[in-house]
């Protein structure tokens, strides 16, 4: 069976590999789409923590047809389409092995590239927002929100009753975070959100330098959860602000998908299909393209260029 695998951190390789043998617990999928995002990019660069590294294939995220189930595994999974989200990577590949506790039912009929667009990205949203709560009326920022994550929490947060302000990288891609739900956009590279400015919910996916005046913008009693840093780590004091602003009682939540249980995932993948049934959510896909052109999707994600979702489908 086709799969990449990392090289280096410049290099990817598509090779052909064995397939891969279910153990207990766990099954076979064949793979019909693979959903790509920045963790895939900061693996191959050798920045994320638990991948293995050169000669390993990248990929936290599927949707494919169980096909096999491994010791202790029940038979009826055989057949049908799930979303699998894969802590022990290998994504990237016609064919993985996942947890059948932590495989998500595939909607009926769905497109499977429209199940991967959703996918992880809706479920570190959607977990973050149902963690900090999201009353009707109340503010709530999105950072990063033209990205994987950003699409989903924009129009969960919507669908929630938040009225929501996204941040992100031109007018265009405000023009899209609108019909998603956007009341207010802040174009990063011409404005800053003017001072004063406070929310109630912030949702961070981008982290950097700016984290400490976001997390200044909280009003009392606000909640920021923290999802991910895709402008890298914040500068050491970045949460001071936790401390001085201690009398409006903030909120700090850092959320990573890895900690939610899998009863908690399949509650969060069924609200999240609800919304998909209701057309209150709906997939952002930015490209689809054949698994071998792994490399130009990573450098297309790596250079920020998507909006919403990097499909990958093996021919
Ligand atoms: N918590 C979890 O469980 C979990 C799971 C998966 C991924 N993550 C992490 O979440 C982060 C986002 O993932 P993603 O897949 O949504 O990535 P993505 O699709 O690349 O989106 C990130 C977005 O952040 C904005 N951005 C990028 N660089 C920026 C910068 N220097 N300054 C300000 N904004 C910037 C861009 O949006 P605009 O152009 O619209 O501004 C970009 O589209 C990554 O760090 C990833 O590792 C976390």
């Known amino acids: 069976m086709l799969t990449v695998i990392v090289k280096s951190a410049e290099e990817l390789a598509v090779a052909d590999a064995p397939e891969p043998v279910p153990a207990a617990g766990q099954v076979l999928l064949e793979v019909d789409a693979v959903g790509v995002g920045y963790v895939d990019v900061m693996s191959r660069r050798g920045e994320y923590a638990t991948f293995p590294g050169a000669g390993a294939t990248p990929g936290i995220e599927v949707v494919g047809r169980v096909v096999a189930t ?126 004063g400015d406070t929310y109630d919910v912030i949702v961070d996916t981008v982290a950097g330098p700016a984290l400490g005046q976001h997390l200044e913008q909280l009003r009392p009693n606000g909640r920021y959860v923290l999802c991910g840093g895709a402008a890298g780590p914040p500068p050491p004091d970045a949460f001071a602000p936790l401390l001085r602003d201690f009398h409006r009682s903030p909120t700090l939540y850092a959320f990573s998908l890895n900690s939610v249980t899998s009863q908690d995932l399949q509650l969060s993948w069924k609200r999240i299909t609800a919304l998909l049934a209701e057309e209150r959510l709906s997939p952002v896909i930015d490209q689809c393209l054949p698994l071998t052109e792994a490399d130009a999707a990573l450098r297309r994600v790596e250079a920020g260029l998507p909006f919403g979702k990097v499909v990958l489908l093996p021919e």
């Open 70 to 195: 491994g010791p202790d595994t029940p038979d009826g999974l055989v057949g049908h389409r799930f979303l699998a989200v894969l802590p022990a990577f290998g994504g990237y590949a016609e064919k993985v092995v996942a947890d059948a506790e932590r495989l998500l039912p595939a909607p009926e009929g769905a497109d499977a590239s429209d199940v991967a667009a959703v996918g992880l990205n809706a479920l570190v949203a959607e977990n973050a927002l149902h963690r900090t709560g999201v009353s009707v009326g109340e503010r709530v920022l999105v950072l990063g929100a033209g990205g994987g994550i950003g699409v989903h929490a924009t129009q969960i947060a919507r669908a929630r009753g938040g009225e929501v302000t996204v941040v992100t990288s031109s007018a265009a891609r405000g023009e899209r975070l609108r019909a998603l739900g956007a009341t207010h956009v802040v174009d990063r590279t011409s404005s800053a959100p003017p001072d």
